[in-house]
């Protein structure tokens, strides 16, 4: 916990995990990406959940926001703790791999969702939380970046 309250990077990448949620959980943000970045929606019609998990008012997409927070807030604490003295590319690398975890985990808990509103059969629960993870992944991958700055920019640093 002392690594929690005195280290202001992993608060900062729970912020911006969560920002990145926010945003995706904005009806005029998909209205605007959609046409800009279609080919982004491809993955969607085959049945992976789009883009990060959204702050929204359903249980499995607030659910899937929690558990993308926490991880990236426990895997950089987790980050933190094993190597205090990281460089900014290790610190970097950390905050992006925090992102790119708790994505895939909220994805896949998406995935999982949408196969069990859809009544599929263990296969089908497996596919879609396979696409879900992949899709996860992706968008973790792409957008991890944003907390791996806050985490390189925050380093070493006490409140």
């Given at each position: 916990m002392n690594l929690l309250r005195n280290g202001p990077a992993v608060p900062a990448v729970a912020a911006v995990a969560f920002l990145l949620c926010l945003v995706f959980g904005s009806t005029a943000f998909a209205t605007w990406l959609a046409p800009r970045a279609?080919?982004?929606l491809v993955p969607s019609a085959l049945g992976a959940p789009f883009g990060l998990p959204g702050?929204?008012?359903?249980?499995?997409?607030?659910?899937?926001v929690a558990l993308l927070v926490v991880l990236?807030?426990?895997?950089?604490?987790?980050?933190?703790?094993?190597?205090?003295e990281a460089g900014p590319v290790r610190s970097t690398l950390s905050?992006?791999?925090?992102?790119?975890?708790?994505?895939?985990?909220?994805?896949?808990?998406?995935g999982l969702a949408?196969?069990?509103?859809?009544?599929?059969?263990?296969l089908g629960w497996l596919g879609f939380a396979?696409?879900?993870?992949?899709?996860?992944l992706a968008w973790g991958a792409a957008?991890?970046?944003?907390a791996g700055i806050a985490s390189?920019?925050?380093r070493g640093r006490t409140g």
């Open positions: 279609s080919w982004l702050v929204r008012l359903s249980a499995v997409d607030l659910a899937a990236a807030a426990l895997w950089t604490a987790r980050a933190a703790r094993l190597r205090p905050g992006w791999a925090a992102v790119l975890l708790g994505a895939a985990a909220g994805n896949a808990l998406r949408e196969a069990a509103a859809m009544g599929l059969g263990p396979a696409g879900g993870l992949l899709s996860g957008l991890g970046w944003t390189a920019l925050l």
